[in-house]
């Protein structure tokens, strides 16, 4: 086990004139779940790949355990990574797959086999032993995978969205494997992803990049209750935070029709931004009578999840749209008019201009 830091990391790749990896610095506590979140291209892998020697550093120090390993192969690392597309040799059996990196390095016959049991075990692989690739499904061959990284007993494990080419349900379980394992060998973990539902529910802390660099780093509810930017809050959430043109007016906020009473707080930091945007979560908005403080919409879809009811509702005096969530029982159609109050204490100010949250 071990800790992970990145300080100024930067990837450019040959002919490319931007930085694929901008300046990248985060530090990995030792035993921690770091999940790297981001839309497509925005550099997660490209670091992940930093990280595990696969690709050189351009710019910048990526050292384990207090050790600077800019210059060490990637092999002298002690790092498993396991990836999308999981590459097991076709012609071994399960049980082959797994000690083939131990074999290896030489280690001995007994300890192989040991080792190799236990993994097996813990991935529910002991009755596939014998099996070649071939006559396991994708989520037996992910586990295999995942078990030949295990047995290694590496100080820290790589993970490139490992679980992509499972169907839902296989995800959701494989994915609860993986927390429990991550509890019960405690080692540092760097996870890469596009699935914010997999960031969420995985990470101790939660990484999100775009364009090669670092937006926000934080525990995941931290992170989703506290955006810092209007893209972290734009990529967080389904459906993601509203997000809504205002202006001030002495202490109120405009937005459309509504004029919201700010806490003072709030309006001391609106005050000092030209143009602002105000922000809540669909969940925080409470169906009510007409008023002062609630936005007047008109439903234009309704979305009854079961377990909820997602309802998408036009801001009267704007084109802005937004999104409520509702009670399972909600009874709305289109066309419904609905006046809704958010919650002040959980909603957030933007700067329009620079895009940043105020406060
Ligand atoms: N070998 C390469 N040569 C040149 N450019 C590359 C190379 N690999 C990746 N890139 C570019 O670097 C940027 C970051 O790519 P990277 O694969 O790290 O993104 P990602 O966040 O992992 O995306 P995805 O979610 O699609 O896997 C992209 O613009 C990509 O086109
Ligand atoms: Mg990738």
């Given at each position: ?10 990837k ?9 990896v ?43 355990d ?5 210059e ?58 014998d ?8 989520g ?13 007993d ?8 490992p ?51 670092v ?25 993601p ?9 002495g ?38 009578e ?66 940043n949250?105020?406060?």
């Amino acid at each position: 086990m071990a800790t992970v830091t990145l300080d100024q990391l930067c990837k450019r790749y040959e002919r490319s004139t931007d930085l694929a990896v901008d300046h990248v610095s985060l530090a990995v506590a030792h035993g921690e779940f770091m999940v790297l979140l981001g839309p497509s291209g925005c550099g997660k892998s490209t670091t992940l790949r930093m990280i595990a020697g696969l690709e050189a550093i351009s710019s910048g120090e990526l050292a384990i355990d207090g050790r600077v390993v800019n210059e060490v192969p990637s092999k002298d690392r002690d790092i498993a990574m396991v990836f999308q597309s999981y590459a097991l040799y076709p012609h071994m059996t399960v049980r082959d797959n797994l000690g083939f990196g131990l074999r290896r390095r030489g280690i001995d016959k007994t300890e192989i086999t040991r080792r190799v049991q236990d993994v097996a075990a813990t991935l529910g692989l002991g009755v596939l032993l014998d099996r070649k690739p071939y006559a396991l499904s994708g989520g037996q061959r992910q586990r295999v995978a995942l078990g030949r990284a295990i047995v290694r007993d590496p100080k820290v494990f790589l993970f490139d969205e490992p679980l992509s080419n499972l169907d839902a349900s296989l995800r959701v379980s494989t994915r609860g494997e993986l927390i429990k394992l991550h509890r019960r060998l405690g080692a540092t973990m760097i996870y890469v992803t596009h699935d914010q539902v997999e960031a969420m529910t995985m990470g101790s802390r939660i990484c999100i990049m775009d364009k090669g660099r670092v937006v926000q780093i934080g525990a995941p509810l931290e992170v989703y209750r506290r955006p810092a930017n209007l893209f972290v809050a734009g990529f967080l959430g389904n459906p993601p935070m509203n997000l809504m043109p205002a202006r001030l007016e002495g202490d109120r906020l405009v937005i459309g029709a509504a004029r919201l009473a700010l806490p003072p707080e709030l309006a001391r930091d609106a005050a000092s931004a030209p143009g602002l945007v105000f922000g809540v979560r669909p969940e925080d908005l409470a169906v009510g009578e007409p008023g002062d403080d609630a936005i007047a919409t008109e439903v234009t879809a309704v979305e009854p999840l079961g377990a909820e009811t997602i309802a998408l509702l036009r801001i009267d005096g704007s084109e802005a749209e937004m999104t409520a969530r509702l009670g399972r029982d909600a009874t709305v159609s289109v066309a419904d008019r609905l006046h809704l109050r958010p919650d002040l204490a959980k909603a957030r100010l933007f700067d329009a201009a620079s895009g940043n949250a105020l406060g």
